[in-house]
């Protein structure tokens, strides 16, 4: 039920968020997969912290309407969103580093650098861009081989290193250290 200050626009965000929140729960939760060799506690936990940590979930919204408007499979839409949500999570752990810009907070909590460690937090990110493709790529992603094929070679070209290099050059400038800071323009993702 919509609130009275709250847009269909916001209600449907909202509705999308929860549910991309249960599902990266339950993905993060699950236990040890058929083929893995593990799931370290710690690292989980580190994963989690950065993604269960709130957000608009701005993009797995577009995700599921676009795939909405052409209506294409509810929960297979699901999956691509949470797969990108993961990628978007991995660049902000790592965007957080002491290398990079640095925060303390991220969404009002410490980074996962901060509540964990340096090497936990890089460690996190990267898992969760590979959870990213296992997601796609997983038959529970009920799409055509194909298809789930693509859409791997299409994300995986999207998080390129020349993406995010341009993107980081794009907000950042060099400190007196040699260190990429923040651009004074107040531009960030």
């Given amino acids: 039920m919509m609130k009275d200050n709250q847009t269909a626009f ?7 968020a929860a549910a991309i929140e249960v599902l990266l729960r339950q993905i993060l939760d699950a236990p040890l997969l058929s083929g893995e060799i593990a799931r370290p506690e ?37 999956r691509v969103a949470a ?11 790592h965007d957080d ?5 640095d925060d303390d907070l991220r969404r009002g909590q410490p980074t996962v650098h901060k509540a964990f460690d340096e090497a936990t937090a890089i460690l996190a990110g990267d898992a969760l861009l590979t959870l990213a493709f296992d997601i796609i790529a997983d038959d529970a992603t009920a799409l055509p081989a194909e298809r789930r094929a693509a859409l791997v070679l299409a994300l995986a070209r999207a998080a390129a290193p020349a993406a995010w290099s341009a993107a980081r050059r ?8 040699g260190r990429m800071r923040p651009a004074s323009s107040g531009c960030r993702r």
Avoid: Q, W
Avoid at 10 to 16: K, P, V
Avoid at 86 to 93: A, E, R, T
């Fill in 42 to 78: 710690r690292l989980m936990a580190a994963m989690r912290h950065g993604v269960l940590n709130g957000g608009k979930r701005l993009r797995p919204f577009l995700v599921m309407e676009s795939a909405a408007l052409f209506s294409a499979d509810g929960e297979a839409a699901l």
């Fill in 170 to 177: 794009s907000t950042s400038r060099p400190s007196a250290s």
């Fill in 10 to 16: 916001e209600t449907a965000l909202f509705a999308r």
């Fill in 97 to 101: 580093l002491p290398a990079m810009d």
């Fill in 83 to 93: 797969a990108l949500e993961c990628v978007h999570c991995y660049s902000l752990i």
